[in-house]
């Protein structure tokens, strides 16, 4: 019976925890769908204003479900919606056209 309350306590701060909540959810999706996010390195990107240029640009593409900026690596981490097709040269001609240069594509 301990053992039951134990284990019960501790299912309850997993699920109170909104940081192991997401990465499982994230995890789920990944299996489920095997949806990858592209990354793409991109030149001249140092600050949270050039982040909010290049998602508001890349958002704007219907194919793009999600946009992650991780500005210490200079990376954009893109998520497709299902059966959407984006081609590295989409994604180039959108960063180009938020005043940014693609370094490289990774898939
Ligand atoms: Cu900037």
New binding site residues.
């Given amino acids: 019976m301990k053992k039951v309350v134990m284990m019960l306590s501790i299912l309850g701060l997993i699920s109170a925890s909104p940081i192991l909540a997401e990465n499982t959810a994230t995890q789920t999706q990944a299996v489920h769908q095997e949806i990858r996010p592209i990354v793409v390195r991109v030149n001249?990107?140092?600050?949270?204003?050039?982040?909010q240029?290049i998602k508001k640009r890349l958002l704007s593409l219907s194919a793009i479900q999600s946009v992650q900026v991780n500005l210490g690596e200079k990376r954009v981490s893109i998520t497709l919606k299902p059966k959407t097709i984006l081609t590295d040269a989409d994604i180039k001609t959108a960063i180009q056209q938020a005043g940014y240069a693609v370094v490289r594509v990774e898939r």
């Fill in positions: 001249g990107l140092v600050c949270g204003f050039c982040a240029g």
